[in-house]
């Protein structure tokens, strides 16, 4: 709701939230559920209450445990059943400059500096050690903001015995291990509190009559920029843009009033306005953002102001342009099914406050920010966090290529008559095996975000998915595909848990009991727990592929049956029937539409996949 | 400002903060007469109460503020 996007009045929504929360509660029904542990160095309650709004927001219900006051280094170090049995699924540790225990004084050595450092340091690092081993679940940790005085004022940075300089250091050191470290990520409050204001953020009152580490005003820009570091976590971030031309990318209107005469570029203030947001637009492409145009124009006009001089993004820069004088609701739905993403994983940019009112109320879901005024465009969509990095992966710098060779594709299919002819034409060559190190990151990032093609739509964390692979119950195996256009990485993933027949009822229900108390020993049918595939390898008969390596590991441990199972939600219809198609006969269905299928292995069963080239494992 | 204009916003912030559209505060209200207001909710009371009229209250003033009255009061003085 619009209450809750930025920019939004954090007053507001701090007198209100208890009305928020209930709207919020009626709007949508599919929550994604998660277990966050709140740790906390200073007073948490009301980062709390004001976070639970921010995640409803992004479709995540989140089940709090919070720490007693202060109690973030005791509750993790030491034994803590109250913790332990709430499993939580991710870990924020809430501390700020006023948990910094011991700071160096004007008089100190550089040795005794050093020994601070150290010791400080330490405090933080083993209950970061300490946390993934025990709950193996991501965690969110603050920097430190900058304290309020500076005993050595200007100098306060340039002496190591200045506390800036002491906070520098160790947020340094913070960021290091953030870099070595996987599942852990540093919540930026010394960005946030300067953006905020420090003066105000760091308000004395609030700490000494209430012990909250900043002013209560800042707590909804705190509890929103810490949201989308978890929504990010947990598959939520957007894919694309959608943006308009006229006066959004440019000044001007390009039909009426000429390419040539368009405000961009460096001749005018308002032309550098426009190229400046013309760049920060490009450099989305470098983390994984697909840009698209949607724009009422004549496409040769459209594309006459693209290709002025003085413009930074270029025609070759979008995956898709819809110029054209369609409803814009329209091209977005056109553009969503054409890049094989959901309406609402995309962004619609538009300076038209009508545009954008129509496409909110056409298509729900999709993110309309309200963006103001030229110069302002870059910071609100930058601080609305739509695409929040928590992991810069090889595959989303390669997004966009991905994208566009896909075009290729297309085009190269309409040439050949025959499909399979085409299939084969493409060259693919696929590597589909167990579970490897090197790809636990993207087949976790995989089973949080595939909605379409996705059987049973299970969420796993990496430390999940990286317990599957090491569980000798399970049969795991992710695939990789490419082809001459280009690589599209690991597209694919299947989970299948070795059990007994009985088993099947459980899985109808969800599958816990089956897994929890996994009491026979029998081991002779494969439960597929997950299947799982990306929308951009639609028909290209990967499936198949996976299929054959499933029935080649069953057979290696002398499985003769495996049974699928079919979840409904309102996103995996495509794969309602996908069972019937690979020859799974279906057994039962429940009165929710849970269906479940049996294959039973031929002795004669031949590979599905006859075009696509597999390396398999090396046993 | 006057005293019943005070109140009457005062009012408003109430019912906003704890989401109930009965209450009716007096001078003689204290954190006893609604169910919801623990030391917690406070904390997020007197920043509404601060938006409502525009003032801020000093850490003085937040410990020795007894009930509604004085919160009217110490408004109405900042106000002046």
Known sequence: MQELTYPFDGKMILKKSKKLKRALLERQTDFLEKRIAVLGGSTTHDIIRILELFLLEQGIRPVFYESEYAQYWQDAMFDNPRLTDFAPELIFIHTSNRNVTDYPAPADTKERVEELFSEQFSHFRVMWDKLADTYHCPVIQNNFEYPYYRLLGNQEAVYIQGRISFLNRLNEAFYQYAREHENFYIHDINYLSAAYGLESWSDPLYWHMYKYACCMQAIPAFAHNLSLIIKSIFGKNKKALALDLDNTLWGGIVGDDGPENLEIGQETPMGQVYAEFQAYLKAQKDIGVMLTVNSKNEEENALAGLRHPEGVLKPEDFILIKANWEPKSQNISEIAQELAILPDSMVFVDDNPAEREIVQLQIPGVAVPEIGTPEQYVKILDRSGFFEVTKLSEDDRKRNEMYLANAERKKQQAQFGDYREYLRSLEMKGTIKPFEALYMARIAQLSNKSNQFNLTTRRYTQNEIEAFAADERYITRYGKLADRFGDNGVVSVVIGRCGAAEDAAAYLQDGQTARKTDASADRSVLHIELWLMSCRVLKRDMEYAMMDSIVEACRARGIGTIMGYYYPTAKNAMVKDFYAVMGFEKTEKTDTGVTSWRFVIPADYAPKNTVIAVEKESV | ?80
């Open chain 2, 1 to 80: 400002m006057s005293r019943e204009e005070v109140f009457e916003k005062l009012n408003e912030v109430f019912r906003d903060v704890f989401d109930d559209e009965e209450i009716t505060v007096t001078d003689q209200t204290t954190a006893d007469d609604i169910e919801e207001w623990d030391s917690l909710e406070h904390i997020n009371l007197l920043a509404a109460v601060e938006q409502a009229f525009g003032m801020k209250f000093n850490m003085g003033q937040v410990v020795s503020m007894k009930n509604v009255g004085e919160m009217a009061d110490i408004i109405l003085s900042q106000l002046g």
